[in-house]
């Protein structure tokens, strides 16, 4: 067992997409682990699927991870002692660590084409065999599958599989055993010179002097090859965690698919959901920490956090219960706080989305900074999300209000064009302006008009907004200021009852 001391985790990335959330939440566990455990936390890119990965999607995915706070101790972009940390310039230690199991007798070199290995595939399946790969390279002499690779045939490189089973203590799963027979001898090194996903790992973990593995339960068929890899070279495998899978509805592994909420980080970012409110909501996605908390901040889960409390059944994703978490996260939050958000904005916006941010900022041009943090933090209570906070203060700062239907019907209301003319003419002969005055002036207008309750309070507050929910009057008074109220005070009393 490792001590805290050494506690090395890693997060790899392939660059071939967008971040999905279940990658977000297993890099957030790794990050927990390495912190509580004074660690260090590995970004390592795994860009050796040439065809599909791109520069673009890494910048994409680092984003991502910033935007989310998870920030690395060693990276592409940090360094550190055990680099490079893109796997598409570790090619020539792949091939050197090949070429030790080749002269070990440990790998051999195969001549056989794609089409060959699929026809004796197929017919190993109609015979009822497993269709493992049939051994016909392993016996080559080691002359002559040195002349064949020097003369230019092509040939990939394979590890040769020893009748064994093996055993796993995971975590999660607890005891695992993988029996004999379960794998053929498999490519370590194809023809191009690139390693497959299980060498590369091997060698990187080994390399990167990675302690703990925490990861997708799916990952666990991959474990016996890893773990006959490291008795090859002769090093101690990491302790290994497998994380049960984030869940659609019908509890099938969560994939984009129409009906079901998105998968993509940067999806949520632009859609107004703030880091803070995503990381409580995934990590309580097959993590239990111990009572009935239903919201923790990055500091109580660092406190909670335990591989024992990560679950071994799937948790479904419910995009109801990530807004309402994110509502939370809106409804406590300092103006400071909100401005903040606001300001790392959506990220990449396309072509025929609003930048909520940017209309945010555009509708509180003529605030400064305390005035434009004073209003978003008055409308934080009518808000899920970050891009409806823009519909919210256009209400307050918009030329014209739009009446919504209760609205309408509160204006409707017998007396309600004479009480707001009333208020408005008290609000005039105010000498200063501010929301004590206006509740003042309120209370003595509602006394003078027979009126108290919501039949005072609910015209009011349609004429200035439109709506019949909203901040506190005297507030609501304070942000628009003193022209604003009476001009939307007279306005709504010409078209009242």
């Given at each position: 067992m490792h001590t805290t001391s050494d506690v090395r985790v890693r997060f790899a990335p392939s660059p071939t997409g967008w971040l999905h959330v279940g990658g977000a939440r297993t890099a957030y566990f790794n990050w927990l682990f390495a912190r509580r455990h004074g660690g260090a936390f590995v970004l390592r890119i795994e860009d050796t699927d040439a065809a599909r990965s791109t520069g673009e999607s890494e910048r994409g995915v680092l984003d991502d991870l910033r935007w989310l706070g998870l920030q690395w101790d060693e990276g592409p972009d940090a360094g550190g002692p055990y680099g490079p940390y893109r796997q598409s310039e570790r090619l020539d230690l792949y091939r050197a660590r090949a070429d030790e199991l080749i002269a070990r007798g440990l790998a051999f070199r195969c001549f056989c084409t794609d089409e060959s290995l699929e026809e004796r595939r197929q017919a190993a399946l109609a015979a009822g065999r497993p269709p493992h790969y049939d051994g016909r390279c392993r016996t080559l002499g080691p002359d002559e599958s040195a002349r064949r690779a020097a003369a230019g045939e092509p040939c990939s490189i394979r590890f040769k599989v020893a009748d064994r089973s093996w055993a796993l203590r995971d975590h999660?799963?607890?005891?695992?055993?993988?029996?004999?027979?379960?794998?053929?001898?498999?490519?370590?090194?194809?023809?191009?010179?690139?390693?497959?996903?299980?060498?590369?790992?091997?060698?990187?973990?080994?390399?990167?002097?990675?302690?703990?593995?925490?990861?997708?339960?799916?990952?666990?068929?991959?474990?016996p090859r890893q773990l006959m890899l490291y008795d090859a070279f002769g090093a101690t495998p990491p302790e290994y965690a497998h994380v049960a899978l984030i869940l659609n509805r019908d509890r099938t592994k969560m994939s984009k698919r129409s009906g079901e909420a998105a998968v993509a980080v940067g999806d949520w970012r632009r859609a107004g959901f703030v880091p803070e409110a995503m990381l409580s909501y995934l990590a309580l996605l097959g993590f239990h920490p111990g009572d009935d908390r239903e919201i923790l901040s990055r500091e109580e889960l660092l406190e909670a956090f335990t591989l024992d409390r990560l679950g071994r059944s799937g948790s479904?994703?419910?995009?109801?219960?990530?807004?309402?978490?994110?509502?939370?996260?809106?409804?406590?939050?300092?103006?400071?706080?909100?401005?903040?958000?606001l300001a790392t904005g959506p990220g990449p916006v396309p072509k025929g989305e609003t930048d909520w941010s940017a209309r945010v900022t555009a509708l509180t041009a003529a605030l400064d900074e305390t005035g434009r943090r004073k209003l978003i933090e008055a409308v934080r209570g009518n808000v899920a999300t970050l891009a409806d906070i823009a519909g919210e203060v256009s209400v307050l700062t918009g030329a014209e209000v739009v009446t919504e239907p209760d609205a309408a019907e509160a204006l409707a209301t017998n007396g309600a064009g004479a009480l707001l003319n009333a208020l408005a003419g008290a609000l005039d002969g105010l000498a200063e302006w501010s929301g004590e005055g206006f509740k003042s002036a309120l209370q003595a207008t509602g006394k003078a008009q027979g009126r108290k309750g919501r039949d005072l309070f609910m015209p009011v507050r349609a004429a200035l907004t439109g709506r019949t929910h909203g901040p506190e009057l005297p507030l609501l008074a304070d942000l628009l200021g003193k022209t604003r109220c009476i001009e939307r005070l007279q306005d709504a009393a010409r078209r009242a009852g």
């Open positions: 999660v799963r607890g005891e695992v055993t993988f029996p004999a027979g379960m794998v053929g001898d498999f490519v370590i090194l194809r023809s191009s010179g690139l390693p497959t996903y299980n060498f590369a790992c091997v060698v990187d973990d080994a390399g990167m002097r990675i302690s703990h593995v925490l990861r997708a339960e799916e990952h666990l068929a991959n474990t479904v994703f419910d995009a109801a219960k990530l807004q309402w978490v994110n509502a939370h996260y809106l409804h406590h939050a300092s103006g400071e706080q909100l401005a903040a958000w």
